[in-house]
């Protein structure tokens, strides 16, 4: 384990972090990150831009190492071949449009109905020539904005035309070939952030899952050119110089993010390269911690979520730039009062899951428990407002084979809270009475699971002792409920098994016909097992594993209420060790061979002792 650090005073009931500005969070990257920010007023044409830049491309992508082709002041025997090539273009476009043919009036030929590779080529040429000739005239006329303005707006019309392409997936793997990618990203690191709030629309359209359709190779194409030609780093860097206050940039944020969304949607391994290539983790993290809810707000708690489920390398990264702090600083703001609306709920549940996905990492366990985290989500449940099944639900992740969370846990006395739950004495109210009803089994579930982790995770002493006394107190009430339970959710795996067994006798009857069986009804030994948990037997074998926890106390008035209620329901001891065999049957090597034997060998113990 590792050594822990100074122990520090928080009281979780004083003002947060969170009441700071994204710019002064963490001591990391903020918002205000990244390139020199440039003046509302550059945008409109007066930006000054360095010479060295544009020798080596944008101001982002020399940064990155990232190089566009060197341009000449003056056109070379190629670029003439190019510009004849484009005039004899553009000549018979005018004569299509002049006879009424596909080009359309205004429409440049390169309208959403009439793109194809031909009209792609002609769209990449004219797009290259305008963005060259913005490049020269920025360079010979620095000081002279007016001199460039008109090419400005001759380049952003070109790439608004690029929008064309997103109608015609198909083309994309041409779009690459054809070497635009890299000249698209280059506009990210525009000095004009009217040109890269426009290379960001185009970006998104083109990424979005409702253009891609079902051409997903031809979107995944384009994707690995976008992270091939740096494009992750430069996006980010244009994401760390947007200015919110600027409603147009701020709408750029978002829709910064939805590329992101898109990306990793048409290729998965862009979640770890991301993380690993650029400081997105870091402005995510700063931006979640400010008090203001609004739609970015929303959308990077949601990206955060995403990135972190099921990627145990960016939960490591997390939890080493001290994002486990920064998520609890974000969640603390509600552990007192409710969101004011459900997009303000939805940011709440994405918060609390990248929190319960951060601390599946045992360091970051640890970590969790040294910021003071355990007490945070008691006082949270304490509350009673909208996060506290959420707060029970990162109290279980953070608990399961975690002794030191556990002994925190009991240390702060959040046993009467635990039980309270248990018994049912917390209201849970939603509009709908199905929802209340699923919300009811899940806080039912949750907290079978952490009294489960609370006796495998105490060794014999007081710890224990004091969540043993529980299920003796009121005349051993707890026990009776947890019989209850177990009832109930064997009676449940029963059904399950039933329809297993009926869709059993229904194939093998079609078999003895000679009728074709369904194939989407086949199912695998391992599909039976996992219905079987959905349908409650996970929560039964914990049941179980509480009960041979209470039966190795070795405290006879418990022993004799457990035996009591299992021969009332006509069963025996041996129902529960077999439901305990199964669970150990099943236990993975996903922590590792070593940790897998000992969980089998302590459970084998149970076992033997009931």
């Keep these: 384990m590792a050594a822990a650090p100074p122990k520090r005073k928080r009281t979780w009931d004083t003002p947060p972090v969170a009441d700071l500005d994204a710019n002064t969070l963490n001591g990391a990257a903020s918002i205000a990150d990244g390139p020199r920010k440039v003046p509302a007023g550059d945008r409109k044409g007066k930006a000054k831009m360095p010479d060295d830049d544009y020798e080596q491309g944008d101001r982002a992508g020399s940064e990155l190492g990232f190089r566009r082709p060197v341009l000449p002041a003056a056109p070379g025997d190629n670029d003439e071949v190019e510009m004849d090539l484009l005039e004899a273009l553009e000549r018979e476009a005018e004569a299509a449009a002049a006879a009424g043919g596909e080009g359309g009036a205004g429409g440049g030929g390169f309208s959403a109905e009439v793109m194809d590779l031909r009209g792609l080529r002609r769209a990449v040429l004219a797009f290259e020539k305008r963005l060259k000739e913005n490049m020269d005239a920025r360079i010979r006329h620095v000081d002279q904005p007016e001199k460039f303005m008109e090419s400005e707006v001759e380049l952003d019309r070109e790439v608004k035309k690029l929008h064309a392409v997103a109608s015609a997936p198909s083309l994309y793997p041409d779009l690459v070939r054809l070497n635009a990618v890299p000249s698209i990203l280059s506009l990210l690191g525009h000095e004009n952030t009217d040109i890269s709030i426009g290379a960001v629309s185009l970006l998104g359209e083109l990424t979005d899952a409702d253009a891609v359709g079902e051409h997903e190779e031809e979107a995944k194409a384009l994707v690995q050119a976008i992270v091939d030609s740096s494009g992750l780093e430069l996006l980010v860097q244009n994401l760390q110089r947007m200015d919110e206050k600027d409603s147009e940039e701020g709408n750029t944020v978002f829709a910064t993010l939805g590329i992101f969304e898109n990306m990793i949607e048409a290729l998965p391994s862009v979640a770890e390269a991301v993380c690993e290539r650029t400081r997105l983790l870091r402005w995510l993290l700063g931006r979640i911690r400010v008090k203001e809810f609004d739609a970015n707000k929303l959308y990077a708690s949601e990206i955060l979520a995403i990135l972190l489920q099921g990627s145990s390398a960016n939960q490591k990264r997390v939890g080493a730039m001290n994002g486990v702090d920064s998520l609890l600083q974000a969640a603390a703001i509600y552990k007192s009062r409710d969101p004011k609306s459900t997009e303000e709920e939805e940011m709440v549940e994405n918060i609390f899951d990248a929190l319960c996905s951060v601390v599946m990492v045992d360091e970051n366990k640890e970590r969790f428990v040294k910021s003071e985290g355990v007490e945070l989500m008691i006082i949270t449940m304490k509350q009673k407002k909208l996060a506290y099944t959420s707060a029970m639900k990162a109290l279980d992740f953070a608990t399961t084979r975690c002794p030191a969370a556990c002994e925190r846990f009991v240390d702060v006395l959040g046993l009467k809270t635990l039980f309270s739950a248990f018994m049912g004495k917390v209201a849970v109210r939603r509009k709908d009475k199905s929802e209340t009803l699923q919300l009811q089994q899940e806080i039912d579930e949750r907290v079978i699971s952490l009294i489960a982790s609370l006796l495998s995770g105490l060794s014999k002493g007081s710890r224990r002792d004091r969540v043993l006394s529980k299920f003796v107190e009121g005349e051993y009430e707890k ?70 926890h209470l039966w190795a106390a070795e405290h006879g008035g418990m022993r004799q209420r457990i035996d009591l209620l299992l021969r009332q329901q006509k069963l025996s001891r041996d129902h529960v060790k077999g439901i305990l065999q199964e669970y150990s049957d099943n236990i993975g090597d996903l922590d590792g061979e070593e940790e897998r034997d000992r969980r089998r060998d302590r459970i084998a113990k149970l076992i033997r002792d009931l």
């Design 479 to 548: 026990i009776d409920h947890l019989l209850e339970l177990y009832i109930k959710y064997w009676e449940r795996v029963r059904a399950e098994e039933r329809r297993q067994e009926e869709q059993q006798r229904r194939r093998e009857m079609l078999r003895e016909r000679g009728e074709e069986e369904d194939e989407e009804d086949e199912m695998t030994d391992e599909d039976l097992y996992l219905a079987r948990l959905e349908a409650g037997l996970f929560t039964l074998q914990l049941i179980a594993l509480i009960l041979a």
